[in-house]
């Protein structure tokens, strides 16, 4: 057993490495290293559609990112969407009059969701439901929209 | 005719046969791993041969794979105008599939044939029997502390490719070809995740380390005992395992990602 000790540390050195690696996949390549943790609070938005929007997808004021989107669903008798969002409690100064829409970032990116503070002294608590909301825009039909009205105009 | 049903009828009854020695050859090996914790030296030796030893070849092809991706997926995304999800490509391709399947194909070609034709040879030059003889057994003593070596190096060596391949595609993605550093790690992190991605494949790699290691030992230890039945048996192992390999991944990766 002359060569243990050089096969202990290249041993040690081998799963040390391999350990090293799994963290460096956690931290640096996947989104554990932004992980919200529990500590947030949820609000809900009503969109009339809210287009490419996903579970997960971001929400930001004033592109800096201060949420996900927790879950989208079906208001079964409006037929509108509803957004639920769970925002970071650190940002719990979001005045309750604010005003979210769905946007995209670049042309073709993935959508998100965009808050414009309003100007209330009343704060969004958990729960709570955003009233001004814009849908997304869906470019399908921004297209139809301005072939119909090239049409018109001839 | 009479002749090709025997035949069809001895190849079935032998395999399974050779399915149900595995099997009693899988369980002997996993009750003895319990003798296996109590003498961690025979486990740091056989981590070195299989692990430490592979070590080299698992880091220069992942660092090779990652710059082929990076290259390759630079080519096609920049004719979208797309440069930037190059991170992404690099990474979910290299987390979710190739990390842990050609490393367990690296790997089966590497510790396997090596596992095999040594199981192989001791039970040529009767080494096994010698052992039975003295009342050791030779599946506690030789055989579960390499199993357990193959289990757990296979995924330290799946993560260490992937991990090193995504430095590989940085390295050609933003250092020679030039896509915007914080523009290939956000899109990455915006996309992979942790438990969706990363822990899937660490999975898929401990699935790939028990079945690669139960081959090449089953291999070995069923191997006619001639020079011949060793080679054979080591052919058997390489090629039993990138199928078994390739195979699983497939029904993984339906399991993990797809709808079924």
Known sequence: MQHSKTQDTLVGFFVASGIAALFYMALQVSNLGSYTGDD????IAHFQNSGGLKVKSPVSVAGVRIGRVSAIRLDKESH??????????????????SGVSIYTAGLLG???????????DEYLKDKSTIDITSSAIVLEEMIGKFMLNKAEGK | MFQFLQNLGKTTRSSFAKLGRASFFLSHTLTGISDVVPRPNLLIKQVYSVGVLSFLIITISGLFVGMVLGLQGFNILSDFGAEESLGVMVAASLVRELGPVVSALLFAGRAGS?????IGLMKATEQLSGMEMMAVDPIKRIISPRFLAGFLSMPLLAAL??????????????????????????QMQASIDFQEDIIN???????????VSWIALFEGYDAIPTSEGVSRATTRTVVNSAFSVLALDFILTALMFGDI
């Open chain 1, 40 to 43: 947030s609070y949820t609000v």
């Open chain 2, 161 to 186: 490719f992937s991990a090193i391949g995504i430095m590989g595609g940085h390295l050609v993605g933003v250092g020679m070809l030039g896509v915007d550093d914080g523009a290939f790690w956000a």
């Open chain 2, 114 to 118: 090596a596992l095999t034709a040594e």
């Open chain 1, 80 to 97: 509108e969407s509803i957004v639920e969002m769970r925002i970071e409690s650190q940002y719990n100064n979001l005045p309750s009059d």
């Open chain 1, 110 to 120: 993935e959508q998100y969701v965009s808050l414009d503070p309003g100007s209330s």
């Open chain 2, 201 to 211: 494949g660490v999975i898929k790699s401990v699935v790939f380390g028990f079945v």
